[in-house]
């Protein structure tokens, strides 16, 4: 039934269906940026003002005076922002989304840091709160992800908790100096002797890795 004529109708564009014709047009228009890889090869494209809006950081790049704004391309530093890129740009017109898996949506939650996307770091850090963490994972989240306060504090708590596990891992035996030390000075649930062994046998495989 139609509206009386007295009252007035309301009316809005839809905005999905107009960023998913942007998102189709991005590599045609004039006005986008190109996201190489380190090896110089073309990985996807984004119009500038939609991945500006995004990204402080990127905003900064495609200034006038920025090398990246002269050549309209921007390098990736890594072959995970590489393989995250074509799913950030999915993000940036408001498409969905889906996380493969934790390692893929820490490699998202470390680009999102990176350039400063606020509303995609933080979606990625909600879904890791909640997820079941192997020890791998947890050690890579430690290595990968220390400027979010949040999960790191979850993520030392079971690491805390699951001492014993932690140091029956290859993961363990795996992971950089600098992660050995910060798990041993933990408040571990675990004896002394445990954690001298534990300690004994990463220092053992090191040197066997040189």
Request: glycine share 4%; charged share 20%.
């Amino acid at each position: 039934t139609p509206p009386p004529m007295d009252q007035p109708a309301v009316l809005s564009a839809d905005l999905s269906k107009l960023f998913k014709l942007l998102f189709e047009r991005r590599e045609e228009d004039e006005d986008s940026v190109t996201f190489v890889a380190p090896d110089g090869r073309s990985i996807d494209a984004c119009h500038t003002w939609i991945a500006s809006l995004h990204s402080p950081v990127i905003a900064g790049m495609m200034r006038s005076s920025m090398q990246e704004s002269a050549s309209g391309r921007i390098t990736l530093r890594t072959a995970g922002e590489v393989e995250v890129l074509p799913a950030v740009v999915r993000f940036f017109y408001g498409l969905d989304v889906e996380l493969a898996g934790v390692d893929n949506a820490l490699q998202m939650l470390t680009f999102a840091d990176f350039f400063e996307l606020a509303q995609l770091k933080q979606q990625c850090s909600d879904w890791l709160m909640v997820q079941q963490l192997t020890v791998s994972q947890a050690i890579q989240v430690i290595e990968s992800a220390p400027f979010d306060d949040k999960l790191l504090q979850r993520t030392w708590a079971l690491i805390e908790s699951s001492a014993g596990t932690v140091f029956q891992s290859e993961a363990w035996l795996e992971c950089g100096s600098q992660t050995a030390h910060a798990v041993l000075a933990r408040n571990l649930d675990s004896s002394e002797s445990d954690i001298f062994m534990a300690a004994l046998r990463w220092h053992e495989h090191q040197r066997t890795e040189e």
